[in-house]
């Protein structure tokens, strides 16, 4: 029998913390272009596309550049990412992740990735968890990045679920917005004022246990 409700997870933030190493990547770019990046500016490129988030360093660096030392830029930036992803094991998992998929794996609930990241089936890949996801669904599916609800409406139809009947699990503002757009119930992990347009918000990924996810389904 088909179950009612289908879960969509970010990856970045939600799944493991890969944004301190999109942290160390963008503050050497921006260093080599000789301004500084705090981990609060960092923030606003949390659930923002890497090109988007290329601009708003430039703009936090007041820096003009042409297209092509733009794409330049991205690949040097999206190359010592990958140094640090290719490094990633399951131990990078974030707490309380794996035993929430094995109760939905427990209880038939089926679950879709929802990530901005190019990078994301290669992180799944690393951390042994691609083969857990019903679909997943990444910056290479999408043409509107979030708070574009795109990104959770097609993994809603890649799990055969109803948006209204999908909760989605979100660390970034942007994300969070984009589900509440898409009309799906919205958790989101991290600082309750910032957050605060969720349905529900959880301090870290220790605080969505099994006995919150069974009140919540029930
Ligand atoms: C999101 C991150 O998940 O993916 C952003 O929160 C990141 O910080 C974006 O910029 C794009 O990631 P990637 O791996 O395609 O550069
Ligand atoms: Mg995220």
Not at 8 to 25: E, N, Q, R, S
Not at 129 to 144: E, P
Request: hydrophobic residues 45%.
């Amino acid at each position: 029998m088909k179950k009612e409700i289908g879960f969509i997870f970010d990856l970045d933030g939600v799944i493991v913390d890969t944004a301190k190493y999109h942290f160390l990547a963008w503050r050497n770019l921006a260093n080599s272009l000789g301004f500084d990046f705090t981990e609060e500016q960092n923030e606003l490129l949390k659930g923002v596309s890497r090109v988007k988030s290329l601009e708003i360093l430039l703009n936090i660096g007041k820096v003009e550049i042409s297209e092509e030392e733009k794409q330049k830029y991205l690949l040097q930036k999206n190359t010592e990412y990958l140094g640090y992803v290719n490094k990633m094991t399951d131990e990078e998992i974030l707490p309380g992740i794996n035993e929430l998929l094995n109760y939905l794996d427990s209880k038939g609930i089926k679950y879709a990735l929802g990530s901005a990241s190019k990078n994301a089936p290669l992180i799944l890949e690393k951390v042994g968890l691609i083969k857990r996801f019903a679909a997943i669904v990444d910056g290479n599916d999408v043409s509107k990045a979030k708070p574009d609800p795109e990104v959770f409406l097609i993994g809603a139809q890649k799990l055969q679920m109803k948006p209204e009947n999908c909760i989605v699990v979100e660390d970034a503002i942007a994300g969070v917005e984009a589900a509440n757009a898409a009309k799906m119930i919205s958790i989101g992990i991290g600082d309750a004022e910032l957050l605060k347009e969720a349905t529900y918000v959880l301090k870290d990924t220790s605080g969505f246990t099994v006995d919150f996810l069974k009140n919540l389904i029930n």
